[in-house]
Each structure stands twice: as structure tokens, then as C-alpha cells.
């Protein structure tokens, strides 16, 4: 399945100017979409409303969240979408700049503004989207590699919406290259697919994928490219690979938690009690310290990934723009009510006023609507065994679940590093200490000091 020495650079500049962008570039999307939607598997009807639990991880962004997910997807007591809930947001046109919030802010007036037939749309592409993790082994049977395909074509388009894919065709390749892959082969298959497109003269790369960038390089994909990987985005870089998954029936949606995890829910939680008006709702606001989540943050901000929403004018953030022309264009991770204040500011800046933002945002939702809330700390999920395990079983016994074999199996041997800029570990922002506490101002710790990061010496 893997071919080695294979040349296969970035996209250039040439390439993508070569492909065209419809007026409306999402009605061609959905276009497609609707086509493989008669392909899949049904869904369950009124998905939305049958979901009886749900758990919010709220956080900022590069506070862990990825991590805790990924992990939690061990216990076969709840259930998970495959990713984040954000391309499904932005096809019914809830994402910024189509809400019409000005910013990822979302409440349930957003929700009953949509027309019926977006709204049932919304709920179908999440019902086929959630589910648990399948055997990775388990793809070669035709049921299971027929879906497995399918997601991988949905995923494939979504991720390069502005491109001419054939998401049929995409399955059918999928198909037959799952055929021949070993076991837990979707990567392989992901890859492959991508080098038939680039073949084919479209500027696909696979360096906006979550994958080890050792394996790219060893497998002959160039580095990457500086630019944003497409002109409009659904899926944020970088993209997730579709894995085998198993789908969520009625009966998981009466007796399991739904888990929703992405950073920009902190200013979306009135409208997630909407969109599931039948469910018990609990938020888990999961903290981090300031500095070590501004380092990630800045880190992000500088990677050739993370690109969340298209600016409709240059952007002049210093210490970014300078980096790459494409930067000025391209505002990253979440968009926090307010943002337009930091259009010039230094990116140190910008970072902290995410950080400070979102948990605000959650603070404000929690002294104001009465919410089963926990707190936990992402200090306390890498650091030794004791510790870890022991948030671990806090968490466990607040939803109800069985800290059972699978799930203590992933936190005491850890799982792979998730949508990561380095492998994580206690302190790496240490390292340029000098320049992180720049941006450790007032406000920052004054909201530090809520959150019960009291003493900065204490930070990890």
C-alpha cells in the first residue's frame, strides 16, 4: 500500500491558482453531499431530540481538550462524534461569518432562525457522524469497509470543499484500496487517495493532516507548505482521518453520554441546550494554566495548521503576518466576541485573549444558568500515575461510568499526541518563559487567580 521515494511537495502557489472558486462555493458542496448521503447508512431519525445525555468539554483552545477526548473514547459508555462538531456547524451555515453573530458566539435564537430543511440537515449529517470506535482490525468485511469508505470520501470532501472531488468515485477507490490494506489500513488509504488526486493536478497535501510529520517525510511527501490548504474552509487543519466506527442506535442515545468537545462551545452552550432540548446537560470546564495554554497557542498560530476562519480584510497581527503572505488572511483557532480589537495586536496578545476569553465565557454561562458542572484540571491528566488516575475516577464518578479495563488501560499507557504542535509534557512552555510572561497581564491573572492558579511558580 505505501510507496516510498515518492515526490510529493507541498501544494504550490501555481497549482492552487489553477483551481476555480464558484461564486457560492458551498452549493457545490452540498451537492455532493447529498450524493453521498443516499450511499450511507441510514440515520437515526430525530437524533438530536433522542440524545437523553450530553457532555460539553469546555475549554479554551490548547487546553487539552483533544487529549481528553481521545482518551475518554476508550470507555464504551459514551458516545462520540468522530470529530468536532464545527464542519457540521458551518455546512448549516452556523460558523462565522454566515450566523451573523460576528463571531463563533452562538445562542438558541441561531437555532430557531434556521429553515426546517437545514435544521433536519443538521441533525442527519450528526446522526451518521455519531458513534464509538470500531476495531481497527475490522475493515475488510463489506458492510464494515463499504462505510468505512463512504466517511472517508465525506471526509476527503469536506476537507477540500473548493475542489472538484467526486465523493463516489472517492468511496469506490476507498473500497478497493481497503481491500488490500492491512489491518487499521484508513491512513494508508487517506494517503493513497491523496497521491490520485495530486496525480490528477489538484493541490492536495497531506501535510494538513494529523499525521506524524516523521512518517511524511520518510514516505516521501516534501514539507510543508506555508499557505492555508484551501480559500474557504469547513473542516479545520489539521483534517482528521475517518477510522472504523461503529454507529450510535437509538438505544445508545437513551442509555450513553454524548460527548461534544471543541473549544469554541465555550460561547456556544445556550444553543448546544437547545439543539438537544431532551437532554441532561453537564459541562466539564477543563482549565489549564495560562502560560503553558498561551505557549500552545502561539505555537498553533505559527504552524502551517489551524486555520478557522477566512478574514474579510487583511489581518495585521505582528508576529504573525511577518511570517507568511497568507497569514494576513487567516485568523486561527476560535473567534471570541471582541476579537476585532486585536486585528493589529501583537500575537502574544491575541493568544492571551483567547485563553481569557473562553473561560470567561464559561465562568459567565455557569453563575448564570444552573448546569451540572465539574472542573477538572489539564495539569492533572499528565501528570504521574497517582494523579492522573485519581482525575480520572473523579470524572468517571460524576458521569456515572465505570472507570473500566479499556479506559484505564488508555490513561495508564497514554495515547498518541492529538492535533499536537510537540508531544505534550509538563513545563514545555518554560522554555521561553521570557517571552510567554509578556503577555501575562492583569486581567490574565486576575482570571488565573479565579481558576485557582494562584501562584505561577506552581505552573506546569
Known amino acids: 500500500m505505501t510507496r516510498t521515494g515518492h515526490p510529493h511537495p507541498a501544494p504550490s502557489a501555481g497549482r492552487a491558482s489553477a483551481v476555480t472558486v464558484p461564486p457560492d462555493p458551498t452549493s457545490s458542496l452540498h451537492e455532493r453531499l447529498a450524493a453521498l448521503r443516499g450511499e450511507r447508512t441510514p440515520a437515526v431519525e430525530d437524533f438530536t431530540a433522542r440524545v437523553r445525555s450530553l457532555l460539553v468539554i469546555a475549554s479554551s483552545s490548547r487546553g487539552g481538550s483533544s487529549m481528553l477526548a481521545e482518551t475518554l473514547r476508550a470507555s464504551p459508555d459514551l458516545v462520540h462524534l468522530q470529530a468536532e462538531i464545527n464542519p457540521f456547524l458551518r455546512l448549516a451555515g452556523l460558523g462565522h461569518p454566515d450566523s451573523g453573530a460576528g463571531s463563533d458566539r452562538l445562542d438558541a435564537g441561531h437555532l430557531e432562525a434556521l429553515p426546517a430543511a437545514t435544521r433536519a440537515l443538521l441533525d442527519e449529517e450528526l446522526a451518521r457522524d455519531a ?74 497535501s497531506p501535510w494538513y493532516y494529523d499525521l506524524p510529520p516523521d512518517l511524511l517525510r520518510r514516505d516521501g511527501f516534501g514539507s510543508p507548505g506555508a499557505q492555508s490548504p484551501a480559500p474557504f474552509l469547513v473542516e479545520e487543519p489539521p483534517f482528521v482521518l475517518a477510522r472504523p466506527w461503529r454507529r450510535a442506535g437509538p438505544a445508545d442515545l437513551r442509555e450513553r453520554t454524548l460527548v461534544v468537545k471543541t473549544p469554541s462551545n465555550a460561547y456556544r452552550l445556550d444553543f448546544l441546550r437547545a ?45 504573525y503576518v511577518e511570517q507568511c503572505p497568507d497569514n494576513q488572511w487567516w485568523w486561527k483557532f476560535d473567534l471570541p466576541p471582541g476579537w476585532q480589537e486585536y486585528t493589529t495586536a501583537p500575537l502574544l496578545n491575541v493568544c492571551a485573549f483567547q485563553w481569557r476569553s473562553s473561560h470567561q465565557a464559561v465562568l459567565d454561562h455557569l453563575g448564570t444558568v444552573r448546569t451540572d458542572s465539574l472542573t477538572l484540571r489539564f495539569e492533572d491528566l499528565i501528570a504521574g500515575p497517582e494523579r492522573r488516575a485519581a482525575a480520572y475516577r473523579r470524572l468517571t464518578h460524576w458521569l456515572g461510568i465505570p472507570l473500566g479495563d479499556a479506559l484505564l488501560r488508555s490513561i495508564e499507557h497514554g495515547i498518541a499526541p492529538v492535533a499536537a504542535t510537540a508531544r505534550p509534557r509538563a513545563g514545555r512552555w518554560q522554555a521561553r518563559a521570557d517571552l510567554i510572561t509578556r503577555a501575562l497581564d492583569a486581567p490574565t491573572f486576575h482570571l488565573a487567580d479565579r481558576l485557582g492558579y494562584t501562584d505561577p511558580a506552581h505552573w506546569i
Open 131 to 204: 458513534g464509538t470506535p470500531a476495531d481497527p482490525a475490522d475493515t475488510t468485511g463489506s458492510a464494515d469497509a463499504g462505510q468505512l469508505a463512504l466517511d472517508i470520501a465525506w471526509r476527503l470532501t469536506v476537507q477540500w470543499p473548493h475542489l472538484p472531488l467526486d465523493p463516489l468515485e472517492l468511496a469506490r477507490r476507498a473500497r478497493d484500496l481497503l481491500a488490500a490494506a492491512p489491518p487499521g489500513g484508513s491512513a494508508a488509504v487517506t494517503l493513497e487517495l491523496l497521491r490520485h488526486l495530486y496525480d490528477q493536478g489538484l493541490p492536495v
Open 275 to 319: 439543539l438537544f432540548p431532551n437532554a441532561r446537560i453537564r459541562v466539564l470546564h477543563l482549565t489549564r494554566n495560562p502560560a503553558a495554554a498561551i505557549n500552545g497557542l502561539l505555537d498553533g498560530w505559527l504552524h502551517h495548521g489551524f486555520h478557522a476562519h477566512r478574514m474579510p480584510t487583511p489581518l495585521a497581527i505582528t508576529d
